[in-house]
């Protein structure tokens, strides 16, 4: 019944650009800042569709830069998808998905055979023995939008952020925005890798844990999208 009554309320309501019907892309949850279109999509800049603080404050660190990457993915700062609230997260969260409580900052760690037969597995490419990832370029939420894989047999740089979550995952990483952290490194082969990461999905436009506390807030709907939309406007067509 709700939901029949907001489709009554906003009838003939658009998100727009100009004169274009906005492309409303959504995320998960962005870890703290968005990311803009064009690092994880085609070349084409939307406006709309850029990076963000997902907070009151608007200011960010610059997380293309490796340095306040690194400082930014190993803290967990304010943001409105930095959240527990188990309320919140099951109006976003399907069932299996409430399983999983550390979304905003993660970790997974690879053993040296564990890494390397997956990376072949996953990408088809035989790189050997895996002796680092390396960051080559990050996007403006700390994602990697390419990554430089070393290994014995070859070296690689793949992306954009989807490539590097597949390539890393027997399914997919919650995010590429991940630093790199290799122990126990014997003849310049490290015994295991551990990626600590940032945000849940690709990060571009709307985060749905950080609109879902909003809204818990008391934000307006108008409000919520036009923080997460910048620039863009919410007109009545018809």
Same mark, same amino acid.
């Given at each position: 019944?709700? =939901?029949?009554?907001?489709?009554?309320? %906003?009838?003939?309501? =658009?998100?727009?650009? &100009?004169?274009?019907?906005?492309?409303?892309?959504?995320?998960?949850?962005?870890?703290?800042?968005?990311?803009?279109?064009? &690092?994880?999509?085609?070349?084409?800049?939307?406006? *709309?569709?850029?990076?963000?603080?997902?907070? #009151?404050?608007?200011? @960010?660190?610059?997380?293309?830069?490796?340095?306040?990457?690194?400082?930014?993915?190993?803290?967990?700062?304010?943001?409105?998808?930095?959240?527990?609230?188990?309320?919140?997260?099951?109006?976003?969260?399907?069932?299996?998905?409430?399983? %999983?409580?550390?979304? @905003?900052?993660?970790? =997974? #760690?690879?053993?040296?055979?564990?890494?390397?037969?997956?990376?072949?597995?996953?990408?088809?490419?035989? *790189?050997?023995?895996?002796?680092?990832?390396?960051?080559?370029?990050?996007?403006?939420?700390?994602?990697?939008?390419?990554?430089?894989?070393?290994?014995?047999?070859? %070296?690689?740089?793949?992306?954009?952020?989807?490539?590097?979550?597949? %390539?890393?995952?027997?399914?997919?990483?919650?995010?590429?925005?991940?630093?790199?952290?290799?122990? &126990?490194?014997?003849?310049?082969?490290?015994?295991?890798?551990?990626?600590?990461?940032?945000?849940?999905?690709?990060?571009?436009?709307?985060?749905?844990?950080?609109?879902? =506390?909003?809204?818990?807030?008391?934000?307006?709907?108008?409000?919520?999208?036009?923080? *997460?939309?910048?620039?863009?406007?919410?007109?009545?067509? @018809?």
């Amino acid at each position: 019944p709700i =939901v029949r009554e907001v489709i009554k309320e %906003t009838r003939g309501e =658009v998100l727009m650009d &100009n004169d274009t019907i906005c492309d409303a892309r959504f995320s998960k949850c962005c870890g703290g800042v968005t990311e803009k279109f064009e &690092n994880c999509w085609e070349p084409v800049p939307h406006s *709309y569709l850029t990076a963000l603080r997902d907070d #009151e404050v608007p200011s @960010y660190p610059d997380l293309t830069d490796e340095r306040e990457a690194e400082q930014w993915i190993r803290t967990s700062p304010e943001a409105f998808c930095n959240t527990k609230d188990k309320k919140v997260l099951s109006q976003v969260l399907n069932n299996y998905d409430q399983e %999983t409580t550390d979304f @905003y900052r993660w970790k =997974v #760690e690879y053993e040296q055979e564990e890494l390397s037969k997956l990376i072949l597995k996953r990408s088809g490419i035989d *790189y050997g023995q895996i002796l680092d990832l390396v960051p080559v370029e990050r996007g403006t939420s700390g994602r990697l939008v390419r990554l430089k894989i070393i290994g014995t047999k070859r %070296t690689m740089i793949i992306g954009k952020e989807l490539e590097i979550r597949r %390539t890393l995952s027997p399914s997919h990483l919650y995010s590429s925005a991940f630093i790199i952290d290799k122990v &126990n490194i014997t003849n310049g082969i490290p015994d295991r890798f551990i990626l600590t990461g940032a945000g849940w999905g690709h990060g571009v436009g709307l985060c749905q844990i950080g609109a879902a =506390v909003m809204g818990e807030q008391g934000y307006t709907y108008d409000t919520i999208l036009l923080h *997460y939309y910048i620039g863009a406007t919410i007109d009545k067509l @018809y």
